[in-house]
C-alpha cells in the first residue's frame, strides 16, 4: 500500500506561483512513475504530468507544458508540482498518484489539495 499525502494548495492571487508537495510512504518507491492530475468542478480530471519517483526529466500533457514544472526534492523526499503565473482557470483540486510500471492505471491517490487562483 502507498499513501499519498498533497500539501501546499490554497488562494492565491492571479499571477502569483505557488508550490505543490507530495509526500509518499508505505514502501520503496523507486520503481514507481509519480504523476500530478487537477480537477476542476465539473470537468474531467486533467493530467498534468508526471516523473520517476527516482527522479529524471519529467513528462508533461501538451495542454499545460510551460507553467508546470514537476520535480523530485531528494531532501525532503517528495514530489513537487510548481506552478507559474497562476490563472483562475487553474483553480482545481490537485492530486498526486502512484503507478508501478508496466502497470498502466494509477493505482494510489492522495487526498487532493484545493487551489483556488483570484483574480
Known amino acids: 500500500q502507498v499513501h499519498l499525502v498533497e500539501s501546499g494548495g490554497g488562494l492565491v492571487q492571479a499571477g502569483n506561483s505557488l508550490r505543490l508537495s507530495c509526500a509518499a510512504d508505505?514502501?520503496?518507491?523507486?520503481?514507481?512513475?509519480m504523476a500530478w492530475f487537477r480537477q476542476a468542478p465539473g470537468n474531467e480530471r486533467e493530467f498534468i504530468g508526471s516523473?520517476?519517483?527516482?527522479?529524471?526529466?519529467?513528462l508533461y500533457n501538451n495542454s499545460v507544458k510551460g507553467r508546470f514544472v514537476i520535480t523530485k526534492d531528494d531532501a525532503n523526499n517528495t514530489v513537487v508540482l510548481q506552478i507559474a503565473s497562476l490563472q483562475p482557470e487553474d483553480t482545481a483540486v490537485y492530486y498526486c498518484?502512484?503507478?508501478?510500471?508496466?502497470?498502466?492505471?494509477?493505482?494510489?491517490w492522495g487526498q487532493g489539495t484545493q487551489v483556488t487562483v483570484s483574480s
Open positions: 516523473i520517476r519517483w527516482n527522479g529524471g526529466s519529467a
Open positions: 498518484a502512484a503507478r508501478r510500471p508496466p502497470i498502466a492505471n494509477y493505482e494510489y
Open positions: 508505505g514502501r520503496t518507491l523507486n520503481s514507481y512513475r
